[in-house]
Nanobody
Framework: QVQLVESGGGLVQPGGSLRLSCSVS????????MGWYRQAPGKEHEFVAK???????NYANSVKGRFTISRDNAKNTVYLQMNSLKLEDTAVYYC??????????????WGQGTQVTVSS
């Protein structure tokens, strides 16, 4: 019933920008942390950024200063603004949300993934 829907991926040249979004659909009690992870071909799943319900953010060193994570609690949506994109940013980006269901059970949800390709 509850799912994450991602959008915003695409093809961009080095130095360009993209904005990813991820919305939680379905009925929930509360969303705690939300974040973004990515996986490039042949590489491990890696953390990119996260944001708490109170707005506290954390970033991987590789994206610090270039990416900005934000959230709109009224829309149950998290965003990832990606600027100054590099070739090594090419990956499938996955949205993650830790939610408390109406039953008060904790659930760890993942989006379907959106492809970001940085190429000249």
């Amino acid at each position: 019933q509850v799912q994450l829907v991602e959008s915003g991926g695409g093809l961009v040249q080095p130095g360009g920008s993209l904005r990813l979004s991820c919305s939680v659909s379905g009925s929930i009690f509360r969303i705690t942390d939300m974040g973004w992870y990515r996986q490039a071909p042949g590489k491990e799943h890696e953390f990119v950024a996260k944001i708490s319900s109170g707005g506290t953010t954390n970033y991987a060193n590789s994206v610090k200063g270039r990416f900005t994570i934000s959230r709109d609690n009224a829309k149950n949506t998290v965003y990832l603004q990606m600027n100054s994109l590099k070739l090594e940013d090419t990956a499938v980006y996955y949205c993650n949300a830790e939610v408390l269901a109406l039953s008060r059970e904790f659930k760890d949800l993942w989006g379907q993934g959106t492809q970001v390709t940085v190429s000249s």
